[in-house]
């Protein structure tokens, strides 16, 4: 008898990340599940985006790390509900671990709810957790080959961030290859270049962001 164990673990997570997505629209949350590798930037994408959203949407964070609550610590510093999730040895979040987040979280009073998922260019576009779109930011210190060599990561994320663009010049990395590997995988991503130190195409990425709110917020039932 042959056992599929891997599609029996996805199967009962889509029914747990189903229950997460009818909570979060209960809330009229959007929801975004940001991945990357280690290192990408993806805190440093979130402190920016608290910077500018105060006063405007309300964001949430829950937080994946194998060790540590640096990064929760790091989002908390600018008044946004952080959880870290700790996952031992697992390389990704799913479903299961968003949930138990949530009672952690005022989910009537988060616009935006971004899961910060563990580093990896893996596992975590294999398991959704009742999000909205999928985001994935890819540093020019990386390679402008890692959609091809990583396609699912990319064939799952609506946008692709490209981070780190105030270091272009000192590397080997090739953008317009960058981008048209992504396209090859999926044709239509949405591309953003982005420099969270220098502020380089963050207004690009907060106009997605509130322009993808208020879309979801148009097709919810008014509370």
Not at 31 to 53: C, F, H, Q, R, Y
Not at 62 to 69: Q, R
Request: charged share 25%; glycine share 4%.
């Amino acid at each position: 008898m042959k056992i599929n164990v891997m599609q029996d673990v996805l199967q009962a997570n889509d029914r747990i990340a189903e229950e997460n997505k009818r909570l979060f629209s209960e809330n009229r949350n959007l929801v975004l599940n940001l991945m990357s590798s280690p290192g990408a930037g993806k805190t440093s994408l979130l402190e920016k985006t608290a910077e500018i959203l105060a006063g405007k949407l309300r964001l949430g964070v829950v937080v994946g790390d194998i060790e540590t609550t640096r990064d929760a610590d790091r989002i908390s510093k600018f008044n946004v509900p952080a959880i870290q999730l700790t996952t031992g040895t697992a390389c990704h979040l799913d479903a299961n671990m968003v949930a138990s987040a949530l009672p952690h979280l005022q989910l009537d009073k988060i616009d935006v709810l971004v899961v910060e998922n563990v580093g990896n260019l893996v596992c975590p576009a294999e398991f959704v957790v009742g999000e909205d779109y999928k985001i994935m930011i890819l540093s020019v210190t990386e390679g402008d080959e890692k959609p091809l060599k990583y396609p699912l990561m990319f064939k799952e994320s609506a946008l692709m961030l490209i981070n780190k663009i105030d270091l272009l010049e000192y590397t080997n990395f090739n953008l317009e290859e960058a981008k048209a590997n992504a396209r090859k995988i999926n044709p239509s991503i949405e591309i953003i270049e982005i420099s969270c130190t220098k502020g380089t195409g963050l207004d690009a990425w907060i106009n997605w962001l509130t322009a993808h709110h208020k879309k979801k917020m148009d097709v919810l039932p008014h509370a």
